[in-house]
Structures are given as C-alpha cells and as structure tokens.
C-alpha cells in the first residue's frame, strides 16, 4: 500500500462521545499535518510534526488532541465537540517540513450532531 | 503575512476550452508555489510545482509559470476535458512550517 491513509472515511459523533481520527503515510516522509477543511474556506492548518514532535499548534482548541507515535502515523483525538467542528479532516505527509510538496489523504468526514 | 488569493468559482466550461485560473500571492522571500487538484470525495494531490522565478510547472496538459514581477501563478489548459472536472487550489510555501492555501476554484466541464 501507497500514499497516505485516513480511517475512517465517515464519521458521526455526538457532543459527549470521544473518538479518533488515523492516518498512516507510507512514503517514508518526516513531517506530517492535520488540516481543516470547510466549506467556502482556506484549509486551515491545526498540527504539525517533524520527526514526530509538534512544531506547530494553530491556536486549536484543547478538544482537539493530536497524538504522533512515530513518523508514520498520526492520530487525532477528540473530545466534546461542537457542531461547528464538523468539516473534512485532510491528513498529509511532506519529505521535510518546509518546501517540499504535500501528500494528502483522502480525508474523514465528520459529523458532531 | 503570507498569502494566496485566486479566482472565485465556479468556472463552467465546454469541452476543449481554454482554462484560466488567475492565482496572485502575497510572500517574503522566494516562496515554492503549487496547484493542487481535488477530485469528489478525496483528498487534495499536487497538480504542479514551482520553485522559483520564471520556472514553469507542468502536468497533465496543465501549466502554470511563477511571475515574481506580478506575484501570480495563474493556472492554464488549452483544452479541457471532462475529466478535469474537480476544484483547484493554489498554494504557496515558505520559510515557515505551512503552507498557504486559496479558497479553491470549483470547475465543471460540460460535454
């Protein structure tokens, strides 16, 4: 298996429920990304890791939780969501964290009811 | 700060038109520009790259040339296909740890 990997493709959770987002890269990258995807706006970047430590924290809400346990996989964990955090969560993967192309999932579909 | 704005869609076009997407950015430095493509139902794949001044990226039939003079990157096709139906993203990257995306161009191509 190639690229970048996101499980699962779909997911409805309610506003007390905690769950967790995978994605796994098998491009042998260094860095890899969550970002936020919504409708009629840019991407906005939530995480980044290098060498599996955290670079960079967008100002994103403790309800969101990322995790990187070695430089393939990723997981976001999360907690007591809003409403207004349903969107497309896109996970991606680059060589090196700057300059270098990003590879990207196929992306989770969350729904918080 | 660093940014990217392109043209608002959605572009409709017929079969075998011509296709322009304008792309102008805003960036310190010498920024690396980018179109990525998403197709229904996946996750963005790089369409095309540019790393610096004058270099012209290519892909597909699409091409793309990083204009440090006007700070565009507009995004070409001399003839689309239905196939290219998706939404386009422009995006740049710089010194720092992100990058930088537009809000993405939807276009549909009609037979």
Known sequence: ?113 | GDSVTQMEGPVTLSEEAFLTINCTYTATGYPSLFWYVQYPGEGLQLLLKATKADDKGSNKGFEATYRKETTSFHLEKGSVQVSDSAVYFCALSNTGNQFYFGTGTSLTVIP
């Open chain 1, 1 to 113: 298996e190639t690229g970048v990997t996101q499980t699962p493709r779909h997911l409805v959770m309610g506003m007390t429920n905690k769950k967790s987002l995978k994605c796994e890269q098998h491009l042998g990258h260094n860095a890899m990304y969550w970002y936020k995807q919504s409708a009629k706006k840019p991407l906005e970047l939530m995480f980044v890791y290098s060498l599996e430590e955290r670079v960079e924290n967008n100002s994103v809400p403790s309800r969101f939780s990322p995790e990187c346990p070695n430089s393939s996989h990723l997981f976001l964990h999360l907690h007591t969501l809003q409403p207004e955090d349903s969107a497309l969560y896109l996970c991606a993967s680059s060589q090196v964290i700057r300059l270098s192309p990003l590879h990207f999932g196929n992306g989770t579909r969350l729904t918080v009811t």
